[in-house]
């Protein structure tokens, strides 16, 4: 079967970021925040992906929504009225976040489904950007 992999680089400003790649190249998520301050806290960033890949899912494009505990993924509705997911470590950091929004809510728990499927065993690579 092919595999994903993540992708991590150093950023301008000096602070490292990763992105989640399926076997097609397409990024199916990206690090969250503003980066990470080191590379072995970002590499820590990408394998508290592959740990949590398969957390829990709290809606909260519901109007009475039910807080879960972290880790999960936190399905919402953007600026853009598109739908997007992010995932929440056990200690509640934001771990990444879908690169873009989706048409549907359905949409957006494929892509979670999606990031489950190809981070768990994904390789980890260093690129230029």
Do not use: H
Request: charged share 30%; with cysteine; proline share 2%.
């Amino acid at each position: 079967m092919a595999q994903g992999y993540f992708e991590y680089y150093k950023t301008l400003k000096g602070n490292y970021n990763f992105r989640l790649k399926a076997a097609n190249k397409e990024t199916i998520a990206v690090s969250g925040g503003a980066g990470y301050t080191s590379l072995p806290a970002c590499k820590a960033g990408i394998e508290s992906v592959k740990k949590n890949c398969n957390a829990k899912i709290e809606d909260q494009t519901l109007k009475n929504f039910e807080t879960l505990t972290n880790p999960k993924f936190e399905i919402f509705i953007d600026k853009s009225n598109k739908f997007r997911y992010r995932l929440r470590a056990r200690n509640g950091e934001l771990v990444c976040t879908s690169e873009g929004g989706y048409a549907s809510k359905d949409g957006c728990k494929k892509g979670i489904a999606s990031l489950a499927k190809w981070s768990e065993n994904a390789d980890v690579i260093a690129v230029d950007k």
